[in-house]
Each structure stands twice: as C-alpha cells, then as structure tokens.
C-alpha cells in the first residue's frame, strides 16, 4: 500500500498577522481617546452645572436678604413726610420762643420733640438711616446740591447746610439729601485803581 505524504502546515503570513495587530492597536486607541474625551466633556459639564448651582444658591440667598430688608421701602419712604412735618413744626418755632414758653406751650414742643425721635428710631429698626451732612464733603451719591455758595467758614467742596435731611436703608439711598455745596470764602475785592490822568472837573 501505498502511504500519502503528510500535508504541510499552512505559513503564517507574518505581514498580515502585524497589520492586524497594528490594527486593533489603533482602534483600541481611538475608542480610549474618544472615551477620555467622553470623561472631560462629563467632567465639565458637571463642574459647570455645580458652579451654576452654587451661583443659584448664592443669588437666591441674596434675593431673600435683600426681600427682607428692602419690604418696608415704599411704606418707609411715605413716612419720611411725617418725620419732615415734625421737624419743619419744630424749627418753626423761635428759640426766644421756646425760652418763654408757657407750661402748656413747652409741654406741645416736648411732645413733638419725642414724636419725632421715636419716629426716628422706628425706622432705624427697619433699617432706615438719617442722612445729615452737614460739615461733610458733598457726595453725588448720598447729596443732590440746590445751590453753590460762597463761605468764609467752610472749605469748598463741603455741605454748608442741609435743605432736607436725607434717608438711607440698608445700602442704597431711600431719599438724597438736599444741600447747599460751599463754594469757598469769597475772592477779595480788587481795590479801586485811582484816576492818575491829572484832570480836573471843569467848573462853570
């Protein structure tokens, strides 16, 4: 009988064994790029949307202090004409006045007196602050001037009286305060230069 040779083993290709293996090498590292992008895209998306949270938060809170202290503006800002009445009532009265005033007289501008502080200080417990200037350096954002003066007394620049008494609550202004700006002392008078022609009225 006749024996078959033995069939030969099939050669490996070597080049096309290290394509293959170049690549899924390669896939392998698109598909790890892509999910390392994948990952910081996530990561910065979450990190934005926390930050946007934390602002949210912050803002809300800022929204309800501010809620809490500004309630009482409008109804703040209609009493400041009570609190302008009280005081106009009492400067209206003459110091010489008050000195000789009788009993029931004195006891009506105590009254008075004591209205208007406790006025004051209800407002200071909802956070309504008097502004009085006087003596200070004007300030456009607390100060509206109706007028500019000369002073021998104040230096320029400063409130030299206060029209109307301003109002703050908490941070911003309720109501400016009305004042005069000093304009600095008076500039002297140039003396009169005398006549040096050498003429003479003519007599008739």
């Known amino acids: 009988m006749t024996q078959k040779p033995a069939k030969e083993e099939p050669e490996i290709d070597t080049a096309t064994s290290e394509e293959l293996a170049n690549e899924a090498a390669s896939n392998a590292e698109a598909n790890l790029a892509r999910l390392e992008s994948e990952r910081d895209d996530f990561k910065d998306k979450l990190l934005r949307t926390l930050a946007d949270m934390e602002n949210l938060r912050r803002r809300t809170e800022r929204e309800i202090s501010d809620a809490k202290a500004y309630a009482v503006t409008s109804f703040a800002r209609d009493m400041l004409g009570s609190a302008d009445n009280l005081r106009r009532a009492l400067e209206s009265v003459p110091e010489a006045a008050r000195t000789a005033a009788e009993a029931a007289l004195a006891a009506l501008i105590e009254g ?93």
Do not use: C, W
């Open 112 to 204: 008075v007196e004591l209205t208007e502080r406790d006025l004051l200080k209800t407002l200071e417990r909802h956070g309504v602050r008097k502004i009085d200037p006087q003596g200070e350096k004007f300030d456009p954002n607390l100060h509206q001037a109706m007028f500019e003066a000369p002073d021998a007394e104040t230096p320029k620049g400063m409130v030299s009286k206060v029209v109307q008494s301003g109002y703050k609550i908490g941070e911003r202004v309720l109501r400016p305060a009305l004042v005069g700006v000093s304009a600095g002392a008076p500039k002297p008078q140039e003396p009169s230069t005398p006549d040096t022609s050498g003429s003479t009225p003519s007599g008739h």
